[in-house]
């Protein structure tokens, strides 16, 4: 990176500086230029991390009847401790510059760390240009920014270009044909391209090449899957309840939906509409009602473990803080026991929301463990989904269950019409009853049979009379309080219920309505991440007060607002982002540039970030020629270390062993892959991806040696390696070197470097004579399979090794 | 016109070093702190005070032992047995199972006072007995859970629900590792499953890193820590020493530092898979050290003296939280049978661990921790529907725990139920109090020890009030 800042010359050891030291220095150079610090950027970060916990929205803990998060109005600060305009008059400054203890705040008991000077300038500063307040940035609802004139280029380079000349950085080059196509690819559809696909782009010279690209990997079915992987995170999709006995719960279909509802591009609003209230439709159809199961992800218990209340209480909850944080990124489950601390959420806000959720038509914990259900993972309310085959057959096999159940209620009739012959007739009535309850029996084990075999969908169904909702003290499911009304938080639009009491789909209406400031800025924030590894608000499960100041503000509001206006069509959004030249720049930096800016904030470079567990497993099985393309449909289970649901299991789970599947199916792309709560896949947690057990908007990305030990130990990915060296060793009659790049392409979408090369035949070579010496070796780890003819086994052995070493090149976890 | 050429035009025409330098700077600052993070997870960091202990051993008696045939000794109860309880005292209660007013059932075991301090404890625990006096005994223990996978994530992750981290990741993000081939946090099973399941041992919302590493009872102890089939060390040396070699040259190329993290943790990969072989062979210790704790290798009868002996091994190689999680203290029907079993099993290998960690001199800077989720009604409980008999409830008011070690003041009984064992009534201690005590040792300070996480400062305590408990700490 090139500083080219005046003030400094070119190489500013910038990397070497305190954070402190960095953070007075700069303020340094604001003040002497005189320029206004801005409340909710500079000032509001500081008073709540530091003053509202105590003197904050939240009433029952504000000390000194003191709050700090308003100026006006009772307990305001200008009411006592700020004097707009001079800081000596304000009891603010004289308490946060205190050299007694018991009169410095925050005290220095309160494990708040005290204000440096930096952050008591900034104070300072606002006091002195009049203490303004400003509406929490990310309540108020996006208006459209002017757009920089001052640069040529899309509107998402002009707003990143200006902030980039601001620091005195300047954007990079743009990526090479290779890294571009690699890195679109794996963006968009979790997925590195193939061998054709490169050979087809580097060889488009068009001016449309790059366009045709985005616009054929957003057409693809494979966008929706991986779209879906970072919803399904955000929502806490999985496969079993997640709490005691941790049984199979089956919402597959809700999957489907939503990567039917991202390739199709359902607009977002109608992806919000669907998920809130789809029940609520006049005429429900088949993708609403099951697109309204988004209400049944939540953890569930199975009955006979707890209080049914204690569940109930407990499921509302869940559902209200995945509203919250899915859709408008709030942290409304603060609110559960006590005002928010800082953010203007109350206790009522909170239980007002609830009121909207509890009134579900089914049980608080999933029933018994007979019976079609629960084999089946359901839990009424749910839907059938049967193909026209079964549906014939499922109406064939319920008549013979009415006809039975008639046969048995004549033969019970029979019975006790008096007769003639009371006992010969009795012992005659007796027999053909017990026939009657067999054919009866026999008939519902047919249709159960039958049952097992067709999917179906749980969904969201409110009962004919809302139940009432109460504030529930400390939020404790026995010590209900007032009841409230079904309403929204006070500090957002007003509820415009269409008439009587408000419904869900009001509450769906009201959070895609124009004026809601959140919505569309959480979900355009989270594409954003998903695109350049990180969002333009970084704590993309947060827009409240202690959430993160956007790095581009403008650029956020920019998106927003053309994103609402041009109908929340999420694949116009990311073309838009994919064709800037933002996205397109090299990852390509100095040490010095990445340490000064590891996140990529400033968007100085290409951003470069290990992929997720899932992309990682489907290049894998992707570039190996053993993925399984298919799309949508039931969980699958490929094979996983043995014993690890034995660690968790209970005597009666279900299911309590995991049996691999077999076949195609265990090649299924990472997003149809079973995911138990208590002990989520291995290939998929060693690499960062969530229990699911609460909802996800950014995931963590570590380093770590069990990473390592899975990418060069497990056998399902040393399969892989095997597989692809048979692959290139037995269809490409070329010298071992070509081989090599042919493999190395193939894997990491580049050719290798001269001395990359070299290196990797030294490997070959060596390995080959290694294992020609030991063929003992070479039949264990060929598996029993027998090499293609012409190639030696020694030499598909290497070619495993090598293969399976290059896929633990960097590069393979990397999106760069 | 090129970017570059815009956007200097553009700085030199018009634009100063403005105030969003600040704002800038606290983006830098997250990216240095998350690149700090990420770059040596495991390096050791000083704690917030001098810590009396370096590491824990947590002995988790899950499914909720009875304190009544083991600490609490309640002669009254055997006075009182066939009667219900006194109406005040079960007045409000709710059980899993029983009614408050089922019959109450004596002590199945006679007690006996041992050592110096003259604690009582019960006689199925005769190895315990005699290291008494390196204990410190808390019989005041509460909770607010009583299921059991609720309570049992409630000891270890400080909530009900799944998905916060675990004490162990806590000690892990809060203080790092002295183990450079080894997991910083290790779990050990045996006597069947675990209600809480893996989210005991889970990271919650911290970097992952920080997870407990299940050590599996067959194959290689940790995930994928052995070759594949076919795949010799040799070969896979040279592997290692191509993919360092390249990803070392992308990292010239590419300027990412991340690269490098990742080189390193190949390297860390690598000595674990070579040394687990090692620390698994327990026939490496001496008969005398087998013989103290009874281990028998491959016995799955003696699993947990096994993990307990492996414990003090992990333990010796630096790793800092080391939990033994024993199941099968459920016990809702013969709770006299099922008490002198689950025993028979831990009871020798419990006080062989004290034993070995002092004699090796280990014992000053180790934690161990001994207890389960809950405690047991003093009622009986019985149901011909469920063929229970002569059995105890979940009961959550009070439960006995016991420390020793590092940090911990030996020879002391501390806190006392009233003469049912019902309630507490000297010295109440919270669940959260634990948590707090064992951070203390360690020299961390529970309320200092928190995670920014979706714009709150959790710890693992919670919100409330809680304190270590001081009467316990040396």
């Not at chain 1, 609830?354 to 839907?383: C, H, K, M, V, W």
């Not at chain 1, 042919?742 to 290798?752: D, Q």
């Given at each position: 990176m090139n500083r080219i800042s005046r003030s400094s010359p070119p190489k500013t050891p910038m990397k070497s500086l305190p954070y402190v030291v960095l953070l007075s220095m700069c303020l340094g150079t604001a003040l002497a230029h005189g320029e206004d610090v801005k409340f909710n950027r500079d000032v509001r970060p500081i008073l709540s991390n530091r003053c509202f916990h105590c003197h904050g929205p939240d009433e029952e803990h504000r000390e000194a009847g003191l709050r700090l998060d308003r100026g006006e109005g009772p307990e305001g600060a200008y009411e006592s401790v700020i004097e707009p305009g001079s800081p000596e008059d304000s009891e603010l400054w004289a308490r946060i510059t205190s050299d007694d203890p018991d009169m410095l705040m925050p005290p220095p008991d309160s494990q708040k760390p005290p204000l440096d000077d930096a952050e008591r300038a900034i104070l300072r500063q606002w006091i002195e240009q009049g203490a303004d307040y400003e509406g929490f940035w990310a309540f108020v609802p996006p208006a459209a920014p002017d757009i920089p004139t001052e640069f040529e280029g899309t509107p998402i380079d002009r707003f990143v270009w200006r902030r980039l000349s601001e620091e005195g950085l300047e954007p990079s080059e743009r990526a090479d044909k290779r890294t571009l196509l690699r890195r679109l690819s794996l963006d968009l559809t979790g997925l590195p391209p193939t061998l054709e696909e490169i050979q087809e782009f580097l060889q488009d010279d068009s001016p449309r090449a790059y366009e045709n690209l985005v616009d054929r990997l957003l057409a693809s079915p494979h966008f929706g899957e991986h779209m879906a992987k970072y919803w399904l995170d955000l929502v806490r999709f999985a496969d079993t309840n997640g709490i005691h006995h941790d049984h199979y719960r089956d919402l597959s279909p809700y999957r489907d939906w939503v990567i039917r509802a991202f390739n199709d591009n359902l607009p977002y609003d109608e992806f919000t509409r669907y998920q809130i209230a789809g029940d609520l439709y006049p005429e429900a159809d088949q993708d609403q009602l099951v697109a309204s199961g988004f209400h049944r992800l939540h953890l569930i218990i199975d009955v006979g473990t707890a209080l049914p209340q204690e569940s109930f209480t407990r499921n509302v909850i869940d559902r209200v803080t995945s509203v919250g944080t899915a859709f408008m990124g709030l942290t409304v489950q603060c609110?559960?026991?006590?005002?928010?601390?800082?953010?203007?959420?109350?206790?009522?806000?909170?239980?007002?929301?609830?009121?909207?959720?509890?009134?579900?038509?089914?049980?608080?914990?999933?029933?018994?463990?007979?019976?079609?259900?629960?084999?089946?993972?359901?839990?009424?309310?749910?839907?059938?989904?049967?193909?026209?085959?079964?549906?014939?057959?499922?109406?064939?096999?319920?008549?013979?269950?009415?006809?039975?159940?008639?046969?048995?209620?004549?033969?019970?009739?029979?019975?006790?019409?008096?007769?003639?012959?009371?006992?010969?007739?009795?012992?005659?009535?007796?027999?053909?009853?017990?026939?009657?309850?067999?054919?009866?029996?026999?008939?519902?084990?047919?249709?159960?049979?039958?049952?097992?075999?067709?999917?179906?969908?749980?969904?969201?169904?409110?009962?004919?009379?809302?139940?009432?909702?109460?504030?529930?003290?400390?939020?404790?499911?026995?010590?209900?309080?007032?009841?409230?009304?079904?309403?929204?938080?006070?500090?957002?639009?007003?509820?415009?219920?269409?008439?009587?009491?408000?419904?869900?789909?009001?509450?769906?209406?009201?959070?895609?309505?124009?004026?809601?400031?959140?919505?569309?800025?959480?979900?355009?924030?989270?594409?954003?991440?998903?695109?350049?590894?990180?969002?333009?608000?970084?704590?993309?499960?947060?827009?409240?007060?202690?959430?993160?100041?956007?790095?581009?503000?403008?650029?956020?509001?920019?998106?927003?607002?053309?994103?609402?206006?041009?109908?929340?069509?999420?694949?116009?959004?990311?073309?838009?982002?994919?064709?800037?030249?933002?996205?397109?720049?090299?990852?390509?930096?100095?040490?010095?540039?990445?340490?000064?800016?590891?996140?990529?904030?400033?968007?100085?470079?290409?951003?470069?970030?290990?992929?997720?567990?899932?992309?990682?497993?489907?290049?894998?099985?992707?570039?190996?020629?053993?993925?399984?393309?298919?799309?949508?449909?039931?969980?699958?289970?490929?094979?996983?270390?043995?014993?690890?649901?034995?660690?968790?299991?209970?005597?009666?789970?279900?299911?309590?062993?995991?049996?691999?599947?077999?076949?195609?199916?265990?090649?299924?792309?990472?997003?149809?892959?079973?995911?138990?709560?208590?002990?989520?896949?291995?290939?998929?947690?060693?690499?960062?991806?969530?229990?699911?057990?609460?909802?996800?908007?950014?995931?963590?990305?570590?380093?770590?040696?069990?990473?390592?030990?899975?990418?060069?130990?497990?056998?399902?990915?040393?399969?892989?390696?095997?597989?692809?060296?048979?692959?290139?060793?037995?269809?490409?009659?070329?010298?071992?070197?070509?081989?090599?790049?042919?493999?190395?392409?193939?894997?990491?979408?580049?050719?290798?470097?001269?001395?990359?090369?070299?290196?990797?035949?030294?490997?070959?070579?060596?390995?080959?004579?290694?294992?020609?010496?030991?063929?003992?070796?070479?039949?264990?780890?060929?598996?029993?399979?027998?090499?293609?003819?012409?190639?030696?086994?020694?030499?598909?052995?290497?070619?495993?090794?090598?293969?399976?070493?290059?896929?633990?090149?960097?590069?393979?976890?990397?999106?760069? | 016109m090129t970017l570059q050429q815009q956007t200097r035009r553009h700085f030199f025409q018009d634009c100063g070093v403005g105030v969003g330098k600040i704002a800038l700077a606290s983006l830098l600052a997250e990216s240095f702190a998350s690149g700090s993070e990420s770059a040596t997870p495991f390096a050791p960091k000083p704690p917030h005070f001098a810590a009396k202990a370096k590491r824990v051993i947590y002995l988790f008696m899950a499914g909720a032992p009875s304190q009544l045939e083991t600490f609490d000794y309640k002669p009254k109860l055997a006075e009182l047995e066939g009667r219900p309880l006194p109406p005040s005292v079960i007045k409000g209660q709710r059980y899993a199972f029983i009614q408050p007013d089922a019959a109450v059932l004596g002590p199945r075991f006679g007690f006996q006072k041992h050592g110096e301090c003259g604690a009582e404890i019960s006689e199925v625990m005769p190895h315990l007995a005699e290291v008494v006096d390196d204990l410190a005994i808390v019989r005041s223990v509460r909770t607010d859970l009583f299921n059991h996978s609720p309570a049992q994530l409630f000891v270890n992750t400080g909530s009900g629900v799944p998905g916060r981290p675990s004490m162990g990741s806590w000690l892990s993000y809060g203080l790092g590792s002295e183990a450079d081939d080894l997991p910083s946090f290790v779990v050990l099973k045996s006597g069947g499953s675990l209600s809480g399941g893996a989210a005991m041992w889970s990271a919650g919302f911290l970097p992952s890193v920080h997870q407990g590493v299940n050590f599996r009872s067959q194959g290689a102890p940790i995930l994928h820590a052995s070759n594949p089939e076919g795949y010799d060390q040799p070969a896979q040396r040279q592997s290692l020493d191509l993919i360092r070699q390249l990803n070392q040259q992308h990292f010239a190329e590419v300027g990412d530092p991340e690269i490098t993290t990742r080189i390193n943790a190949y390297e860390m990969a690598f000595r674990m898979q070579t040394r687990a072989p090692e620390l698994m062979d327990l026939s490496q210790e001496d008969d005398e050290t087998l013989e103290l704790y009874g281990v028998k290798p491959n016995d799955s009868g003696a699993a947990f003296a096994n993990n307990c002996l492996l414990a003090r091994r992990l333990a010796e190689r630096g790793v800092r939280f080391i939990q033994v999680y024993h199941a099968g203290w459920d016990h809702h029907s013969d709770v006299e049978g099922g008490v002198r079993r689950q025993c028979e099993q831990t009871d020798r290998a419990c006080a062989a661990l004290i034993r070995d960690l002092k004699q090796r001199g280990m014992l000053q800077d180790t934690l161990v921790v001994w207890g389960g989720e809950f405690g047991r009604t003093p009622m009986v409980e019985a149901s011909a529907a469920l063929g229970r008999s002569m059995g105890r409830d979940h009961h959550p008011q009070a439960f006995t725990m016991w420390f020793a070690g590092g940090g911990i003041r030996p020879g002391i009984t501390h806190g006392a139920t009233d003469e049912l064992g019902f309630h507490v009534v000297e010295n109440p201690v919270h669940v959260h109090d634990v948590q707090a005590t064992i951070l203390h040792c360690l020299g961390l300070d529970h309320e200092r020890l928190s995670f920014r996480f979706r714009g709150l400062n959790f710890r693992l305590t919670g919100v409330e009030e809680h304190h270590p408990i001081r009467a316990i700490l040396a």
């Open positions: 609110a559960v026991c006590h005002d928010h601390k800082y953010d203007p959420i109350t206790m009522r806000d909170f239980y007002s929301l609830s009121a909207f959720f509890n009134n579900i038509d089914a049980e608080p914990e999933t029933g018994g463990r007979r019976g079609p259900d629960f084999r089946r993972g359901l839990q009424p309310p749910y839907i059938n989904l049967p193909d026209e085959q079964q549906a014939a057959q499922l109406a064939e096999l319920k008549a013979r269950v009415h006809a039975a159940e008639a046969e048995l209620a004549s033969a019970k009739a029979a019975l006790e019409e008096p007769e003639e012959d009371p006992d010969a007739q009795q012992a005659e009535a007796e027999k053909q009853i017990k026939q009657a309850e067999q054919n009866l029996a026999d008939a519902e084990q047919a249709r159960d049979n039958l049952l097992v075999t067709i999917p179906a969908a749980m969904v969201m169904k409110e009962r004919p009379e809302p139940r009432p909702a109460y504030m529930l003290i400390r939020g404790a499911y026995d010590k209900p309080g007032e009841q409230v009304q079904r309403d929204t938080p006070a500090f957002l639009p007003p509820l415009q219920a269409a008439e009587g009491e408000p419904t869900r789909m009001d509450l769906a209406d009201w959070l895609v309505g124009r004026e809601h400031p959140l919505t569309a800025r959480v979900a355009v924030n989270r594409f954003w991440q998903q695109m350049f590894g990180v969002g333009i608000v970084r704590t993309s499960e947060d827009f409240g007060a202690q959430g993160a100041w956007p790095s581009h503000p403008d650029l956020l509001d920019y998106l927003t607002v053309a994103f609402i206006e041009g109908g929340w069509d999420v694949k116009a959004l990311l073309k838009e982002i994919a064709m800037s030249e933002t996205y397109r720049q090299t990852s390509v930096a100095s040490p010095e540039a990445y340490q000064h800016d590891s996140a990529n904030r400033l968007l100085a470079r290409g951003s470069r970030f290990r992929l997720d567990s899932e992309v990682i497993r489907d290049s894998v099985l992707g570039t190996s020629g053993l993925l399984n393309p298919e799309i949508l449909g039931k969980s699958v289970k490929p094979p996983q270390p043995e014993g690890l649901w034995k660690a968790v299991s209970m005597p009666s789970s279900f299911p309590r062993v995991f049996v691999p599947d077999e076949g195609d199916k265990i090649y299924r792309r990472s997003v149809y892959t079973f995911w138990k709560r208590g002990m989520p896949p291995p290939q998929m947690t060693i690499f960062d991806a969530p229990t699911r057990e609460e909802c996800i908007a950014r995931r963590e990305r570590t380093n770590t040696p069990l990473q390592a030990l899975l990418m060069l130990n497990e056998r399902e990915y040393l399969k892989a390696a095997r597989h692809l060296a048979r692959h290139v060793l037995s269809t490409c009659e070329a010298s071992p070197g070509e081989q090599i790049d042919v493999i190395h392409e193939t894997i990491t979408s580049h050719l290798p470097a001269p001395d990359e090369k070299q290196a990797l035949m030294k490997l070959a070579t060596d390995l080959e004579a290694l294992y020609a010496e030991s063929p003992a070796l070479v039949e264990e780890l060929l598996g029993g399979e027998t090499p293609p003819s012409d190639v030696p086994p020694a030499r598909w052995a290497a070619f495993t090794l090598l293969t399976s070493s290059l896929y633990n090149l960097d590069i393979i976890k990397t999106r760069q | -």
